[in-house]
């Protein structure tokens, strides 16, 4: 089993930057990749960027070039670095993570971004 924690979620305005944490304990030696998704309301729950054990990162259209994933193994901890947001960047980011049996989620963190 593996749990997973998010934070660093809130309200910022147009153009801000946020910083959202996803702390993984458990077996986590069997996560192979992990993800971020976004669920804004009334519509799904969407990939925003995934990154595997070896490092490779994949973003959404929409993200890239704003938004950077990053993983530090040491304290089993994965990031998301949201730079030049936008209003329809308000949903709930939810962490995810992968190993050959399962698929985990976290609780999610509420962003809004709004003036």
């Known amino acids: 089993q593996v749990q997973l924690v998010e934070s660093g979620g809130g309200l910022v305005q147009p153009g801000g930057s946020l910083r959202l944490s996803c702390a993984a304990s458990?077996?986590?030696?069997?996560?192979?990749?992990m993800a971020w998704y976004r669920q804004a309301p009334g519509k799904q729950r969407d990939l925003v960027a995934q990154i595997t054990n070896a490092g490779s990162t994949h973003y959404a259209d929409s993200v890239k070039g704003r938004f950077t994933i990053s993983r530090d193994n040491a304290k089993s901890t994965m990031y998301l670095q949201m730079d030049s947001l936008k209003p329809e960047g308000t949903a709930v980011y939810y962490c995810?993570?992968?190993?050959?049996?399962?698929?985990?989620w976290g609780q999610g963190t509420q962003v809004t971004v709004s003036a």
């Open positions: 458990g077996n986590i030696f069997s996560i192979y990749a």
């Open positions: 995810n993570a992968n190993d050959p049996t399962e698929n985990y």
